[in-house]
């Protein structure tokens, strides 16, 4: 039989336990789909002592996980333990620097500095995979970089954050108001240990960067990534994208234009009959388009134990199959800087506001769009009360530039109460 793939685990969490799970349950399987025996040589952690629920006595233990990145009896190290500085960066560094190949789940460190890792990895003719760091168990990695690599990709989008799109779809089920699901989901423990990388879109910017780097050939760039988080969207707007046939979701688009890259996490509405729309619960979703195959939408939980071990596990394969992919689907140094767009391409846009109930008021509020140079396409009143009158625009194609100016000027209309609400319309 040929020689074992050697793995090292850093890190014995949610993820990482899962792996140790697979390879202790279907090791027989992955040494047949192999062609060799994949084994654990030894793991690291921070607390020796604690009980795991996996039996890691067959491993040896290392304390330091810079130590067990160097070790010379294995070939692979896997960073499952999380954060983009201070460990995980160390013994992802020292892992390349001593020849060894890396698998990552490790979306943060990636997206920051998955450029200066990917040309060290190159340097020393190893390869690092991420698969498990942009949307759990969903493929999405590989079929970017393989499975569509003929095509030239015009646009990447999707639901990367299964906890916002748990939040979103039980604020609408419930009936429930942002804060009270937030702190639901916060004590059952679905947000991470810092819950506005979530709700912040950080987390789903991340992945985003990190899927624009492959499908543009550019150098991943999460600072150029505009991000909103769902932390004002209401259950109000919620109800009322509903009634007119639109759910929210804190939605990712990267897409080439004629003015840059343009990369946004942002809560969008989206048609509540498509694929995005329908999404519900903590499940992920990405939209891939390319000029050859049109579109493909993948679907698949984004989180938790077994899906992210499952695609830790699936770059693990590739490796011990001898497949070398570049880490963003090309050498690291003929990726380009991307020239990131300054704004979003224009899109319908969807406005609510309260406005004080008084002779000619819409009038003053519709001027004001003309004024700014966009057209409404359609406009409503609901629950109105005996001052104010809640209204609802949909707007034609226009630039987020030419709302913010025509929403500056709806203050000296005198008429609008409060801040008006501007939620992006998606085409999906
Ligand atoms: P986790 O449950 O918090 O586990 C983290 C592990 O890393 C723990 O075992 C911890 O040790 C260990 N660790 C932390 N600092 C360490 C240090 N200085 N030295 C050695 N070990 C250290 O995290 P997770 O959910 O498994 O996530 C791991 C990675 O996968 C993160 O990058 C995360 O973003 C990514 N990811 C997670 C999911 C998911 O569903 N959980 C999905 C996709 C991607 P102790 O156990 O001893 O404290
Ligand atoms: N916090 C992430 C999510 C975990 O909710 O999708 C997986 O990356």
Redesign the pocket.
């Known amino acids: 039989m040929t020689s074992p793939l050697r793995l090292g685990i850093?890190?014995?969490?949610?993820?990482?336990v899962g792996v140790v799970r697979i390879v202790q349950k279907n090791a027989e399987l992955l040494a047949a789909r192999a062609g060799r025996p994949i084994e654990i040589v030894a793991v690291?952690?921070?607390?020796r002592d604690?009980d795991r629920g996996v039996d890691l006595s067959a491993y040896a233990w290392e304390d330091?996980?810079v130590t067990l990145a160097r070790r010379d009896d294995i070939d692979v190290f896997i960073e499952?333990?999380?954060?983009h500085e201070?460990?995980?960066k160390d013994a992802t560094e020292a892992a390349i620097a001593s020849g060894k190949d890396v698998v990552s789940?490790?979306?943060?460190?990636l997206a920051i500095h998955g450029q200066a890792l990917a040309e060290a990895a190159e340097d020393k003719g190893a390869v690092i995979r991420f698969e498990?760091?942009v949307a759990?168990g969903i493929p999405v990695v590989k079929a970017l970089t393989e499975g569509l690599a003929a095509n030239e990709i015009t646009r990447v989008m999707g639901v990367m954050n299964g906890s916002c799109n748990y939040i979103l779809t039980r604020m609408e089920n419930a009936g429930l108001t942002y804060q009270q699901v937030f702190d639901e989901a916060n004590a059952l423990g679905y947000l991470e240990a810092d819950p506005e990388l979530d709700v912040g879109g950080i987390d789903a910017g991340h992945k985003l960067a990190l899927l624009s780097a492959i499908a543009f050939g550019t150098q991943v760039d999460f600072g150029a990534v505009e991000l909103e988080g769902i932390g004002s969207v209401t259950i109000e707007d919620i109800r009322q994208a509903a009634d007119m046939g639109f759910k929210i979701k804190l939605l990712g688009v990267a897409q080439m234009t004629g003015r840059g890259l343009e990369q946004r996490m942002s809560p969008c509405l989206v048609p509540d009959t498509s694929p995005l729309g329908q999404l519900q619960g903590g499940t992920n979703m990405v939209v891939i388009e390319g000029d050859a195959v049109t579109q493909i939408v993948l679907r698949g939980p984004g989180?938790?134990?077994g899906p992210?071990a499952s695609a830790v596990m699936g770059d693990v394969m590739d490796i011990a199959r001898g497949l070398r992919v570049s880490t963003f689907g090309q050498p690291a140094r003929k990726l380009r800087k991307a020239r990131a767009a300054r704004a979003a391409i224009p899109a319908p846009y969807y406005l609510r506001m309260h406005l004080i109930d008084k002779p000619g008021a819409l009038a003053k509020v519709a001027h004001a769009l003309g004024e700014a140079g966009i057209s409404i396409d359609r406009m409503r009143q609901y629950d109105h009360s005996a001052t104010e009158a809640p209204v609802l625009i949909v707007t034609h194609k226009t630039t987020r530039t030419a709302l913010d100016e025509a929403i500056a000027s709806f203050a000296a209309t005198g008429v609008v109460a409060g801040e008006p609400v501007a939620i992006r319309i998606e085409a999906v």
């Open positions: 850093a890190g014995l969490g949610t993820v990482g690291s952690a921070r607390a604690k330091d996980p499952v333990m999380g954060g201070g460990p995980a789940a490790n979306k943060a460190l498990a760091a759990g989180a938790g134990e992210t």
